[in-house]
């Protein structure tokens, strides 16, 4: 069995920003040279995610929403969490947006459904921040 891992670094000129990290996969399915097999890709921070969706804007946009919605990041004091940090929100944004995605590789392709792409969900950015991928197979 062959196995492949690389670390994707990111540093977002936002606090919170999605960023379609397709072409970056890609890029390190080619390199790992299997053909057959699994890829995980996770955020290794607790205030970012990695998930699969459709590239559209308005999207996008809905997410931004729906997550200031569910746990807007003001006032910081509502947080117990933000004692020394104000980034409590970031944490609840990334737990609901998920820490990783697996995808099949079949004929040395990412083997997705109709408009599936791969993101990296930062919440609390400006800074600079690791994603893990890690491919498994033949
Ligand atoms: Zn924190």
Sequence with gaps: ?????????????ERREL??????I??????SGIKEGLLLCNAMHIT????????ESGLHQDFETW???L????PYSRYLHNGFEDNADAHLKRTIM?????VAITGGKLDFGPWE??????????????????????
């Design 1 to 13: 069995m062959k196995s492949y891992r690389k670390e994707l670094w990111f540093e977002t000129k």
């Design 19 to 24: 960023i379609n990290i397709t072409p970056d």
């Design 26 to 31: 890609a890029e390190c399915l080619k390199a």
């Design 48 to 55: 970012a995610s990695v998930f699969i969706n459709d590239d």
């Design 67 to 69: 997550l200031e919605g």
């Design 71 to 74: 746990a807007p990041e003001k």
């Design 98 to 102: 998920g820490r990783e995605v697996v």
């Design 117 to 138: 792409q791969i993101f990296y969900g930062e919440f609390d950015g400006r800074r600079r921040k690791r994603v893990l991928v890690k491919i498994i197979g033949e």
